[in-house]
């Protein structure tokens, strides 16, 4: 057990080889900890929020729009509704008399500008404590305007972000089924969700299954449309990337309409693969394991000369990895691996305990395995583990930067595909920039002397 920790904090935080693998998450933030986490709130926007076609009205102040206003580097084909952070803006007097009838006014009012496919209002920590009565409010413009309107039940007193996941599903939830498809369904057909569809990544994705032969019916959230959630439940299979954020939702339509589920991974080689593998597989036609043979075959001649050249000089570097989900962590470690790199620290905001136990497999003898960790902590990890590069998000670049470490974005934010084989690519080569920097010659490690 490693010293000077907090006491809350220790049974989240556990070294490889340190005795028995046995680590403590799924649990609310430390209070006063500054978890690198966001609020209840920010986790139900970063999933709704690509779904282009529908509204996204936030019931509260104007600071909780401003704060997940163009939450995600997603990108859309069409509609750009989804962009706007729109904002009852609720206020002294609003609070003290409600803001009800201010809800009402907004919702109407901008369903007539915008013509919407569906709403979504978010219930702000400020709604929750004055006990508006959101539900009413929906109820009564769905009647009026003949679109879904739909609560998202996401104050931040809930609990930790990933309650923000269980109210962006439950809202998801009462979407699916309500719609029958217009078309005949492909019999290979597939739903994606927990791709958001970050610098066009869906795309990407969209093409391999394409060059299968399998079709992607509805995608859950990113580039979504809000008919196809509305009919996807006439899909043959759901297939689930981010684990954290839309678990819930497979296992609620598997419950409901009898559609079984993949977990899978799009990041590194590996797990592209083995995510084509797994769904071709799934259809148990010979022709579709052949053609994704043929793919990855293809896929990997081009890419692994590219590869080598990262890796001849990348080879013996060591990195830490924290970022939002686990199954991203995961992949991050096989695909470092593929480059050279060893991974000495890794965590995530919404690991599960199987989650982390992948991850000690993974990892070599020393590596710190955190949960829902904050910027001293991971600070000091990476200085004792002498690491050389930082993968995390928005809120861990900083802490890069001071140390004189390399940096490589992998949050939501991003604007440079990282799945499938081309993302692999571009993942080397921004790691291979981040480390090579010559601006490293000039700034002194944090810690050395």
């Known amino acids: 057990m490693m010293t000077g920790l907090l006491k809350e904090r220790e049974r989240q935080i556990v070294t490889k080889g340190d005795g028995t693998f046995d680590i403590e998450c799924s649990k ?17 926007r970063v999933v709704l929020y690509p779904i282009v076609d529908a509204l996204h009205l936030i019931h509260g102040p104007a600071g909780c729009a401003a704060y997940t206003w163009d939450i995600r580097g997603t990108v859309s084909s069409g509609p750009e509704l989804h962009r706007m952070s729109f904002t009852t803006d609720l206020r002294e007097k609003d ?9 009402y006014r907004a919702l109407s009012e901008l369903i007539e500008l915008h013509h919407p496919k569906a709403a979504f209002v978010y219930a702000t920590c400020i709604v929750g404590v004055i006990g508006d009565d959101i539900e009413s409010v929906c109820r009564r413009v769905e009647g009026e305007k ?6 998202v039940w996401s104050e931040g007193f809930r609990g930790s972000k990933k309650d923000g996941y269980r109210a962006a599903c439950d809202a998801l939830e009462k979407l699916v089924g309500t719609m029958e498809p217009e078309k005949p369904v492909h019999p290979y057909s597939i739903n994606i969700l927990g791709d958001f569809n970050l610098a066009g990544e869906l795309w990407i994705l969209e093409e391999y299954y394409r060059r299968i032969g399998i079709n992607i019916y509805a995608r859950i959230t990113g580039d979504g449309r809000v008919d196809d959630i509305r ?15 839309m678990s819930h939702l497979a296992e609620t339509m598997k419950e409901k309409y ?16 083995a995510a084509l593998y797994d769904v071709a597989s799934f259809f148990n036609d010979p022709v579709l394991l052949e053609k994704t043979a043929a793919l990855v075959k293809e896929e990997l001649e081009k890419l692994m000369p590219v590869l ?47 989650d982390y136990e992948i991850m000690a497999e993974l990892c070599d003898y020393g590596t710190v395995i955190v949960d ?5 902590e991971l600070a000091t990890f990476a200085r004792e583990r002498g690491a050389d590069l930082f993968i995390g998000g928005v809120k861990e670049r900083p802490i890069a930067h001071k140390m004189g470490m390399g940096f490589c974005d992998h949050n939501h934010e991003r604007k440079e595909p990282l799945a499938g084989y081309e993302g692999m690519k571009n993942f080397a080569a921004e790691v291979y920039a981040g480390m090579m920097s010559p601006v ?10």
């Open 28 to 44: 609310a933030s430390l209070a006063g900890s500054v978890s690198q986490r966001a609020c209840v709130f920010c986790g139900s």
């Open 95 to 103: 609070i003290i008399f409600g803001g009800a009838d201010k809800l």
């Open 146 to 151: 003949k679109i879904p309107v739909l609560p």
């Open 231 to 245: 009919s996807c439940h006439r899909a043959a299979l759901n297939v689930v990337q981010c684990s954290g954020s």
């Open 258 to 273: 009898g559609i079984p589920f993949k977990h899978v991974s799009y990041f590194g080689i590996e797990d592209m693969s």
């Open 308 to 354: 080598e050249f990262y890796r001849a000089r990348l080879t013996g570097r060591k990195a830490v990895i924290y970022v939002g989900g686990a199954f991203k962590a995961i992949s991050l470690i096989k695909a470092l691996r593929l480059l050279g790199i060893q991974t000495v620290v890794v965590g995530s905001q919404t690991g599960r305990k199987e």
């Open 372 to 376: 829902d960790s904050n910027p001293i």
């Open 440 to 449: 490293w010659r000039f700034a002194r490690r944090r810690g050395e002397k």
